[in-house]
C-alpha cells in the first residue's frame, strides 16, 4: 500500500500515538533503572554496613554523569538523529544495568566502588534519552498535542514507580539486591529490540500517511528534523552564548533543576525516608511509594492534557504552559507538613497529593519543544537537561548530610519544598513570556535580545 493509500484508508492517521507510547516505555524502564538503587538502598547499607553520606554518593554517582554526558549526547542525537543515538543508549545502559547485579559477588569497599563505576556508566548512557524524547515530540507533534505527548513520556518516571517498585521490593525479599539489577538489565534489552522495530522520524516512517504528516507538520512540527543529519550546524561560542545568555532560558533552567530536586528525592531518599523514619519495612515501603506514584503519574498527564487544551482554546502559550506549572508545584510543598503528623497512613496521602502536583507542574519538556531553535533541538535539550541535573548530583548529597548530622528527615523534606517555589520563580518572574529561539537570527543580531526570537 502507498502513503497515499495509506492515508486514505487511515484519514488522518495516529502513528505519532505508537511514538509517543514508545517515549513512554522508554522512560519508564529509564526510570526504574534510576531507583534500583533507592529500593534495594537499605538491604545494600545493611549487607555492605554503608553510612547515610556514602549512601549518597552512590546515589549522586548516576547524576554526575548524567549531566556531564548531556551536551554530547544532544549533540550526538542532532548529528546521527534520534533513532539511532536513543537505540545506543538503551543497549548501553542497559547492559551497565545489569552487571551492576555482579557487585554483589564482590564485598567492602570493593562492592562500593563498583556500584559506583557502574552508576556512573549508567548516567553516561542514558544521556541522549530526555533530549531524544524532546526531540521526537517536536518532530513528530503539532504544538496543540506538544504538551499532552511530553507529560506521556514524562509521567513514565511515575508509572516506572507503580510497575517495578513492588515487582523490585519483593525480588530483594525473595533473591537479594543484585536481583533487582539482572531483572531491569533483561528488561532494557527486551526495549532495544522493540525501539528499532518500531521508531523511526516521521518522513521515514513506512506506516505513516501523507495526511498525518501534513497534520503534524501545519501544527508545527519539525517532520524533516533529521533529514541531512550527516551534517548538521556546527556549534559555536555565539550558538552556546545564545542559549546561556537568554532570560528565558535561564529561568527554564532554574525551574528544571528545583523541579528534578523533588525528582531525586522521590527517586533516591524517599524509601529510605518511609524505612528508617517510619518504620516500614522494604517489603511494605516498595508496595506503599506506588499510591504517590500514581498520582503523580496522573497528574502528569493530567498536566498535559490541560495545558494543551488551554492552548487550543487561545490561552496565549506562556499562559497555557504556566497555569499548571504554578499550581501544581505549589501543591508539591505540601509534603512539608509530613513533618507534623505521626500517623503513616497520613504521610502516604500528603506524599500522594504533592507528587501529584508535581506530576501537573513537570511540563518542563513541552517548554523546550515549544522554545527550542530548530537548528539546534539536541543540544538545547542536552543543556536544559544538563542544568536539571545537576540536582540528581545535589540532591542525594545534600539530604545525605541532613539526615546524617540532624538523625531525621524534617530539614530535608523543608529543602525540597522550598525547591518547588524557586521553580515556580524560575519559570514565572525569571523566565517571563515563552517563545520560540530563533538561533540563526541571535546570533546575526546579538545586539537586539528582543528581537531574537520568533513567536511559537
Known amino acids: 500500500m502507498t502513503r497515499e493509500q495509506n492515508s486514505g484508508a487511515l484519514g488522518r492517521g495516529h502513528v505519532r500515538y505508537l511514538m509517543v507510547f514508545m517515549l513512554f516505555a522508554a522512560t519508564t524502564v529509564n526510570y526504574a533503572d534510576r531507583a534500583s538503587l533507592s529500593i534495594v538502598g537499605p538491604a545494600m547499607q545493611a549487607q555492605l554496613h554503608i553510612a547515610p553520606i556514602t549512601l549518597g554518593y552512590i546515589f549522586s554517582a548516576f547524576g554526575w554523569a548524567y549531566a556531564i554526558a548531556?551536551?554530547?549526547?544532544?549533540?550526538?542525537?542532532?548529528?546521527?538523529?534520534?533513532?539511532?543515538?536513543?537505540?545506543?543508549?538503551?543497549?548501553?545502559?542497559?547492559?551497565?544495568?545489569?552487571?551492576?547485579?555482579?557487585?554483589?559477588?564482590l564485598a567492602g569497599a570493593l562492592a562500593v566502588a563498583a556500584l559506583f563505576a557502574l552508576r556512573l556508566?549508567?548516567?553516561?548512557?542514558?544521556?541522549?534519552?530526555?533530549?531524544?524524547?524532546?526531540?521526537?515530540?517536536?518532530?513528530?507533534?503539532?504544538?496543540?498535542?506538544?504538551?499532552?505527548?511530553?507529560?506521556?513520556?514524562?509521567?513514565g518516571q511515575y508509572f516506572a514507580t507503580v510497575m517495578f517498585a513492588p515487582v523490585m521490593a519483593w525480588l530483594t525479599h525473595r533473591f537479594g539486591w543484585p536481583?533487582?539489577?539482572?531483572?531491569?538489565?533483561?528488561?532494557?534489552?527486551?526495549?532495544?529490540?522493540?525501539?528499532?522495530?518500531?521508531?523511526?522520524?516521521?518522513?521515514?516512517?513506512?506506516?505513516?500517511?501523507?495526511a498525518e504528516l501534513d497534520y503534524i507538520a501545519a501544527g508545527g512540527g519539525l517532520i524533516d528534523m533529521d533529514q541531512g543529519r550527516g551534517a548538521p550546524q556546527s556549534v559555536s561560542w555565539q550558538h552556546l552564548?545564545?542559549?546561556?545568555?537568554?532570560?528565558?532560558?535561564?529561568?527554564?533552567?532554574?525551574?528544571q533543576y528545583c523541579v528534578n530536586v523533588l525528582t531525586y528525592f522521590f527517586l533516591t531518599w524517599f524509601p529510605v525516608y518511609l524505612v528508617e523514619q517510619r518504620g516500614m519495612s522494604i517489603l511494605k515501603a516498595g508496595v506503599v511509594i506506588v499510591l504517590p506514584a500514581i498520582c503523580g503519574f496522573?497528574?502528569?498527564?493530567?498536566?498535559?492534557?490541560?495545558?494543551?487544551?488551554?492552548?487550543?482554546?487561545g490561552v496565549s502559550l506562556s499562559l497555557a504552559r504556566k497555569i499548571p506549572i504554578v499550581g501544581g508545584l505549589l501543591l508539591s510543598t505540601?509534603?512539608?507538613l509530613c513533618n507534623f503528623v505521626q500517623a503513616n497512613w497520613i504521610v502516604v496521602l500528603i506524599m500522594s497529593l504533592a507528587f501529584f502536583g508535581k506530576g501537573v507542574g513537570s511540563l518542563g519538556w513541552a517548554v523546550v519543544a515549544d522554545t527550542a531553535p530548530k537548528e539546534m533541538t539536541g543540544l538545547y535539550g542536552g543543556l536544559f537537561n544538563t542544568f536539571g541535573n545537576v540536582g540528581a548530583i545535589t540532591?542525594?548529597?545534600?539530604?545525605?548530610?541532613?539526615?546524617?548530622?540532624?538523625?531525621?528527615?524534617?530539614?530535608a523534606l523543608v529543602y525540597v519544598g522550598a525547591n518547588a517555589l524557586l521553580a515556580v520563580l524560575g519559570y514565572t518572574v525569571i523566565a517571563g513570556r515563552f517563545e520560540r529561539v530563533h538561533l540563526t537570527e541571535s546570533v546575526a543580531r546579538p545586539r537586539q535580545p528582543s528581537r531574537m526570537e520568533t513567536r511559537t
Open 121 to 155: 556508566l549508567v548516567g553516561l548512557a542514558e544521556a541522549p534519552a530526555f533530549p531524544g524524547n524532546s526531540r521526537i515530540v517536536a518532530a513528530w507533534f503539532p504544538g496543540g498535542e506538544r504538551a499532552t505527548a511530553a507529560a506521556i513520556f514524562n509521567s
Open 241 to 255: 552564548k545564545v542559549l546561556l545568555s537568554r532570560r528565558m532560558l535561564i529561568g527554564i533552567y532554574i525551574g
Open 179 to 210: 536481583s533487582v539489577f539482572v531483572f531491569l538489565g533483561g528488561a532494557g534489552l527486551l526495549l532495544f529490540v522493540a525501539w528499532l522495530m518500531t521508531v523511526y522520524a516521521p518522513s521515514q516512517h513506512s506506516r505513516v500517511g501523507r
Open 70 to 105: 548531556q551536551l554530547p549526547g544532544g549533540w550526538l542525537l542532532d548529528r546521527f538523529g534520534s533513532r539511532v543515538i536513543y537505540a545506543g543508549s538503551i543497549l548501553l545502559w542497559s547492559l551497565f544495568t545489569l552487571l551492576q547485579g555482579a557487585a554483589g559477588l
Open 298 to 313: 496522573a497528574g502528569g498527564v493530567l498536566g498535559g492534557i490541560m495545558s494543551d487544551a488551554l492552548l487550543r482554546r
Open 395 to 411: 540532591t542525594p548529597i545534600v539530604i545525605g548530610y541532613i539526615v546524617a548530622v540532624t538523625g531525621s528527615f524534617s530539614g
Open 334 to 336: 505540601s509534603m512539608i
